[in-house]
């Protein structure tokens, strides 16, 4: 496991930060087989999300290999995912 | 896999040889705590109910009460009532022996005041003990077991390490024929969906779904939104961003097996697997329940640190990081953190989690027993009267 980034499934398309995270910043993380590069854009603290990839507005986030919400505006590779560019997934009631 | 447990009458084991001093109600809670101290071995099980309960809540309060008192980890128990209350010693006792529990009974009104309440009920304390304490572990098949696992006081870790390598570890005892159960249904909100598509039957989707809504139902009732609740202030400033992403990290708890019955508050499943009960997120609440229901051990992780026990049940914490074990090494029993220092990974942390619960379950004590934890709470549901 990285001891910078967690990712926890190979669906997901955000990691956890392990260590805060400086501006400019490139890490490696392994996501299923593969390495992924990734350059971080901004301070991200300890215990908070950096997108893996490009996320286009409504997009779902994908953490745990499901969805934790969508993405309220583009999120780019590298940026913190957070409550100001994330709101929770619409609610079903029946599963139908 | 086996472990050193009691074989107790119709094919139940227990891990703990208990002998219980329950007061039926609150008007009793002083006698039964005075008996206890005078018969050291005892436990003594204090709450606040047992009369003024409306509809429904009193069929739900016998259950959690004769669930706990029928834990098989509990040998004996003595009831303390008072006499007029609602759920007295008599028909909490008639119950305690139709499941096939040893009990006596003393009601305070019936005795010449405390007094003589605790000297009589003394003696049959030391009764029930000198009966009991002869009891031999034998070796026993962990599908024997069920472990019920829960989270409390999480940080942003705990979704991450261990709570999954709990995961793992219930998988392990299923893959076994044990059993396990998860309750906190606040948290499996934004993760229904999840958890409905490993239903094990078309009545367990739509119980998973019924005990959801009716929470989420529940909290609108009361003209809140508990996706503006949740995730927590402190949650958020943590990194935790939605409701879902936080119930998708506690889910993970039960691990990876189908689910295979929903149960209510306190009741007890009739199938062996993955049990979910429906009930609230409130560490000792929750814990009560599902020793009711008839857990033998508890695993409980934590991220910022909760010292919550059971006096029925062994409580086997768990922490998801380094520094907190670091800084409470006198009460967490195995660091999940290690995960994130490269020591140990998910799968490793889980296998030595489960070989923590057969020695537990063994005889093993845990720091929450050390300490002398025995927090006890039942959920209430009505108002009291």
Redesign the interface.
């Known amino acids: ?1 990285s ?1 910078d980034l ?1 990712v ?1 499934d190979a669906k997901d398309n955000v990691a ?3 260590r805060p995270l400086e501006e400019g910043e490139r890490l490696e993380t392994k996501v299923g087989g593969s390495t992924l590069e990734v350059t971080v854009s901004e301070p991200i ?5 950096i997108a893996l990839v490009d996320l286009e507005r409504g997009e779902q ?1 994908l ?2 290999g ?4 969508l993405a309220t505006q583009r999120i780019a590779r590298g940026q913190h ?3 100001h560019n ?4 619409e ?5 139908s | 896999m086996k472990f050193q447990g009691y074989r107790r009458g119709n094919g139940r084991v227990g891990v703990r040889n208990h002998v219980l001093v329950f007061p039926t109600v609150i008007c009793a809670a002083a006698v039964a705590e005075k008996i206890a101290r005078e018969v050291p071995g005892t436990v003594y099980l204090g709450h606040q109910h047992g009369c003024g309960h409306l509809g429904e809540e009193q069929e739900h309060m016998i259950r959690a009460m004769v669930g706990s008192c029928t834990n098989p980890n509990v040998a004996g128990v003595l009831l303390v009532g008072l006499g007029c209350e609602m759920l007295s010693a008599e028909l909490l006792g008639e119950k305690l022996r139709d499941a096939g529990q040893r009990v006596e009974t003393i009601t305070t009104q019936e005795m010449l005041g405390t007094a003589e309440a605790i000297g009589k009920g003394a003696e049959l304390a030391r009764k029930l003990l000198e009966e009991t304490r002869g009891a031999q572990r034998e070796p026993i098949e962990a599908s024997g077991l069920m472990v019920a696992a829960k989270c409390g006081a999480s ?3 705990s ?2 390490t261990a709570n ?1 390598a709990l995961g793992v570890a219930c998988d392990m005892l299923i893959k076994e024929g044990g059993s396990a159960i998860f309750t906190e249904t606040p948290e499996m ?6 958890l ?1 598509s490993r239903a094990a039957s078309e009545e367990v ?1 739509r119980r ?2 019924e005990i959801t ?1 009716r929470t ?1 139902d529940k909290i609108k009732a009361l003209g809140l939104d508990i ?1 503006e609740a949740e995730p927590s202030p402190g949650n ?1 400033e ?2 935790l ?5 936080k119930s ?2 506690a889910i ?1 708890k039960g691990g990876t097996t189908p689910i295979v019955e929903v149960v209510d508050y306190a009741q007890r499943p009739s199938t062996k697997g993955l049990v979910i009960m429906d009930g609230p997120a409130h560490d000792v609440v929750s814990v009560t329940g599902m020793v009711a229901a008839g857990a033998q051990v508890v695993v409980f992780t934590t991220g910022i640190g909760t010292p919550v026990g059971s006096p029925i049940a062994p409580v086997i914490k768990v922490s998801s990081n380094s520094s907190l074990y670091q800084r409470w090494q006198g009460n967490i029993d195995v660091n999940a953190g290690s ?2 220092d ?1 020591e140990e ?1 998910l799968e490793s942390m889980g296998q030595q989690l489960f070989a923590e619960i057969l020695e537990v379950a063994s005889g093993k004590l845990t720091k929450a027993e050390m300490l002398g934890h025995r927090e006890f709470a039942i959920h209430t549901i009505a108002p009291t009267v």
């Open positions: 496991m001891p967690l926890v956890t930060a392990l603290a300890f215990g908070h999300k986030v953490k745990y499901e969805v934790m919400g995912v957070h409550v994330v709101k929770g997934p609610t079903r009631r029946d599963g | 940080d942003t870790l979704g991450l999954p909100l934004g993760a229904e969906q999840v409905a989707r998973i779904w809504s989420d996706r958020i943590a990194g961003t939605t409701l879902a992403e998708l990290g993970r995960i994130l490269g990974t």
